[in-house]
């Protein structure tokens, strides 16, 4: 059964930083990887979508790394801002039902930047 | 526009009691799902349905019967609320794998409080 881990489970740095936060699987066998935003009471944000046929997407500021034999992927946020304070969760879509497969999540990376 | 909306926003309930939930989606795909997030913030598949046809089933009790009467729609009816049933419930939609971008979106979530 597919379980997916986040480290670290809550992160805080200064504005400015670059950080990563990192995802892994335990089946490699998957169809994608998303990553997505949750701000409090809010619903999710989709930021990536990374095909297993790829290793990397960005999206402005944001590059996110899957390496698929290892199990791996990581999330790269460059010179990071207060608005990015959210909690940040990896996803897999694993093959199964068909074709509408569901996701299976991480826990989420808790992020606070600091002013 | 909103992707993927659910109705309503919070909900709360006496125990024993039935209520629904409901779910839209206008980005045209063909598969919808049901997630809870439970107290600790841990996201879980609970059903997926393609074309209106049930396709996953997480082990979930047979008090939550979904429905969806389009391919545009996906309800949730649960009957005989207990208390472990408060949690936030998302909706979400993408394309079934193989027939577009798999890339999910998500509602902003019911906040279900059982009383």
């Known amino acids: 059964k597919q379980e997916v881990t986040q480290i670290p489970a809550a992160l805080s740095v200064p504005e400015g930083e670059n950080l990563v936060l990192n995802c892994s699987f335990t089946?490699?066998?998957?169809?994608?990887l998303q990553w997505f935003r949750q701000d409090p009471g809010k619903g999710l944000t989709s930021l990536l979508l990374?095909?297993?046929?790829?290793r990397e997407q960005t999206s402005g500021r944001l590059n996110a790394s899957l390496d698929k034999s290892s199990g791996r992927s990581t999330l790269y946020i460059a010179a990071s801002q207060p608005g990015d304070s959210a909690t940040y969760l990896c996803?897999?879509?694993?093959?199964?039902?068909?074709?509408?497969?569901?996701?299976?999540f991480g826990k989420g990376t808790h992020l606070i930047i600091q002013p | 526009d909103t992707a993927v909306s659910q109705t309503p926003k919070y909900l709360v309930t006496q125990m024993g009691n039935d209520k629904s939930i409901k779910c839209e989606q206008n980005?045209?795909?063909?598969?919808m799902y049901w997630y809870k997030q439970d107290s600790k913030k841990f996201l879980k598949i609970m059903f997926s349905?393609?074309?209106?046809?049930?396709?996953i089933n997480e082990t979930v009790p047979n008090r939550f019967s979904p429905k969806s009467p389009d391919k545009a729609h996906l309800n949730l009816h649960i009957n005989s609320l207990e208390l472990g049933d408060s949690a936030v419930y998302f909706c979400?939609?993408?394309?079934?794998?193989?027939?577009?971008?798999?890339?999910?979106?998500f509602g902003q979530g019911t906040r279900l409080t059982v009383v």
């Open positions: 979400a939609s993408s394309y079934k794998r193989g027939t577009g971008n798999t890339e999910a979106f």
């Open positions: 089946d490699s066998a998957i169809y994608n």
């Open positions: 990374i095909q297993s046929s790829q």
């Open positions: 996803a897999v879509r694993v093959y199964s039902g068909g074709g509408a497969d569901g996701l299976t």
């Open positions: 980005l045209g795909h063909d598969t």
């Open positions: 349905y393609n074309n209106k046809e049930l396709i």
